[in-house]
């Protein structure tokens, strides 16, 4: 079988997945797992970026994404306008203080001789900085928290379109990835996974914590949509004639469209993404990234600056997930920083990555779609197993009891046995890279 049948094959098994599923349960489930099947895709399209090209481990994908869902807010939402008045410009002045300490610091580092004088006057700088930018900063986030503690409690975005959030939070998460990138990617590859993994949890803890910027885990909900609501499409009279002429009922149909609407954005963005990936594979920049990746030492004797090559992929590929993130926060239509957790935003982006083929962007996109709808999937499935295998135990059964409520665990064992199959029978992923 040719490379082109066996790919044609795998995503034709994807499609009767989806469509199976909305047969033989919902198709609002199934319009649900393609549209976060999309959005799995491009994140691991990013992932794919800077390992499949670059070798670079990054583990702190959780934190990229969260930024991304971050930029949701502070771009759609509308400003609260007492927030502002109360304490909104102390906080911007605090934040500007904040940064022309460390601006401080670092000049002084250039100027002043080395020696003692060098490190007592960074010290000084450093620490009458802290106080001063804390003294503004507390003033005004307790006044701002302040405002409507119960709906508000936070500045608010600048109310424009939410589509400008995805760019947005790509470049939000790009600019952390910079700063992190000039920090941590001269570190051997365990310690980059160490320091990546760390931040993202520092990027968590801040958006948890720090009320003011996005209500923590007060969570903010009622985001702004590039999608019409499903209350006013059934008010609709045009709307309602049109799916009661297909036999649909409007509250279903509603649903349905919406989420349409919302697999016809993600899909232009995942092509849009993967035709400049497959430009940048097969372009030179992409040959030099592989021989990067393959022998760092042949690529640095042959002139290349490995350091400036892996900065540049590795913020590419996080612009990437926080694009991505930005559009599931968009989905959900609500940014909470509770849900963001490792296992889900981290480690199964990597199984995607892994199962479809690091290295090859079109495997990447293939274990986006798989590995998502075995995680929704299986659970359900494993119950239904465990209740067909103990259709014949009596109820209060300690055997019945116990395998009932091992279908909980389907999912975890699901991806371990998965991921260990590929590894198998398949180490290069289902498309291996060419």
Known sequence: MTDTARNILYFTFIAVLIIGTGMMTSWNLAITIMNFGLISAIMALGVNLQW?????????????VALGGLATVLVAMPPVGEAWAAGGLRVVLSLILGAATIVGAILAYGALPKGRVRTVGMIAILVVGFFVYRAVFDGGVQAVEAVNPANAGYLGGLGLPVLLAWPVGGLLAAGAAWVIGKTALGLRSDYLAIATLGIAEIIIAVLKNEDWLARGVKNVVGLPRPAPYEIDLQNDPGFVERVGNLGLDPVTASTLWVKLIYAGLFAVVLVLLFVLAQRALHSPWGRMMRAIRDNEVAAEAMGKDVTARHLQVFVLGSAICGIAGAMMTTLDGQLTPGTYQPLR???????MVIVGGSGNNLGSVLGGFLIWWLWVMVEPIGLWVMQVVTSGMADGYWLREHLLDSAAHMRLLTMGVVLLLVLRFSPRGLIPER
């Open 52 to 64: 499949g090209f670059a070798g670079l481990f990054n583990v702190g994908i959780m934190g990229f």
């Open 345 to 351: 935003f981290t480690f199964l982006v990597w199984v």
